[in-house]
């Protein structure tokens, strides 16, 4: 008889991305349906005051998350990412279900508190899995897929007020319903996924001079410190996006909550999953040519914020808004799934995760500010359009930051 023939590596790697797509995919529906059932969640527990607690709210669990991101990159850089990734998806399943129970605005700080723990450690050992798998021209394409996974996460939970609007069900059947789901599938993606085989590296010479840690190197790296730049400016514009596009639209446009939810979330999260197909596509093409060709396509995505920034900011109705907002998405896709790609272009294959980790601190801590400065100033009737405005400006100063990356070979970083 003959010995069955091995899998292909390429047909493997991508297998591993459609097995991490539903756990995107729940990682940021755990996250968004708070935004869209807002009304509800507000009206249930009285002890939520005012803009800002809901604020302090969404911003409790971006702290957390960008506090021990780093930890969870650097966990899953030094042991098992596939034991990392599972873990993290059961013990966030388990918060989820504890938040649908929740009766204050403690217990609900609480619970967000421990969903940034827990979550933190998923993206950086994720992508970096996947980037260690599509060693070629399928990177952008494979990190570009697994994002569509989170934009589909957060297309659902633009529905999420349907569902708290209805009287059979509302929003602690959604999370309670949602971490059920998640802890089930922990189980069987543990035992489906596996670890790429690490080449062991040869010992050094004995006069070589020692290689950096992991966090000298990477804050030593000055295209390190400008990716996180890149990476936090417009992030921040993407939290406040996420986070109060529906109550913006609701309270704007005097929309339900259901429709403010699907509104805000359901175009904007398309045109993302199809900017980061698009995008992921045009950047492994130029890569073929150009060594900066990841660089360029996330710049072509950056740009398009512009003109979405101020569309949003100014939109007299409901149209214009939602057309402003498919713009936008259509950059972050751009934008988003070439941010782990060119970190594998500055930093070493075993500090990706834990890179990752460190973008993630700077961004999501600038985000949940941003969260809270956005509540603070609604709260005293900033406008908009100024807002907005500002927001253009910084995504502006992105494009010339992120332009003066430059990029090395697989084999300058093996050094």
């Not at 005097?254 to 596509?281: C, D, E, F, P």
């Amino acid at each position: 008889m003959e010995n069955p023939t091995p899998p292909s590596p390429l047909r493997y790697a991508w297998f591993v991305v459609a097995l991490l797509v539903p756990v995107a995919m729940l990682n940021y529906l755990d996250r968004q349906m708070l935004a869209t059932m807002k009304s509800s969640m507000v009206g249930d527990i009285p002890t939520i005051a005012n803009r800002a607690d809901w604020g302090l709210v969404l911003g409790c669990f971006k702290w957390t998350y960008a506090i021990l991101s780093p930890f969870g990159g650097y966990i899953a850089d030094r042991f098992s990412r596939r034991w990392v990734i599972c873990g993290s998806l059961f013990v966030w399943s388990l918060v989820t279900w504890w938040t649908g129970h929740v009766t204050t605005f403690n217990e609900l700080m609480m619970a967000r508190a421990l969903m940034g723990i827990s979550e933190a450690f998923y993206i950086p050992a994720a992508l970096a899995l996947i980037t260690e798998y599509h060693v070629g021209h399928t990177r952008s394409r494979a990190v570009g897929v697994h994002q569509t996974g989170i934009y589909l996460g957060q297309i659902m939970g633009g529905f999420a007020g349907y569902v708290a609007d209805s009287p059979d069900h509302g929003w602690r059947w959604m999370f309670t319903t949602c971490g059920m789901l998640g802890a089930a599938y922990a189980i069987p993606l543990l035992v489906a996924m596996r670890d790429p085989v690490k080449v062991v590296a040869p010992a050094p010479a004995p006069d070589a001079p020692p290689k950096l840690g992991v966090v000298r190197g990477l804050l030593g790296n000055r295209n390190f410190i400008l990716l996180v730049l890149y990476f936090t400016l417009p992030a921040i514009a993407g939290w406040v996006v996420r986070d109060w596009m529906p109550d913006i639209l609701r309270e704007k446009f005097n929309l339900g909550q259901g429709k403010a939810g699907v509104s805000a979330i359901l175009y904007v999260q398309i045109a993302s999953l199809v900017g980061a197909v698009i995008g992921g596509t045009l950047a492994d093409r130029w890569m073929r040519h150009n060594p900066r060709g990841r660089i360029y396509a996330s710049a072509i995505g950056m740009t398009l914020f512009l003109p979405a920034l101020f569309s949003v900011g100014n939109a007299g109705t409901l149209t214009v808004a939602i057309i402003g907002l498919c713009v936008f998405g259509l950059g972050w896709g751009f934008f988003d799934c070439n941010n782990m790609p060119i970190l594998c272009q500055i930093a070493r294959p075993e500090w990706r995760a834990t890179g990752y980790g460190i973008m993630n601190l700077v961004s999501i801590s600038c985000g949940g500010f941003g969260d809270w400065a956005f509540g603070a100033l609604r709260d005293r009737h900033v406008p908009l359009n100024l807002i907005f405005g500002v927001f253009a400006g910084v995504a502006l100063l992105s494009v010339a930051i992120v332009l003066l990356i430059k990029p090395r070979s697989e084999a300058e970083l093996s050094r």
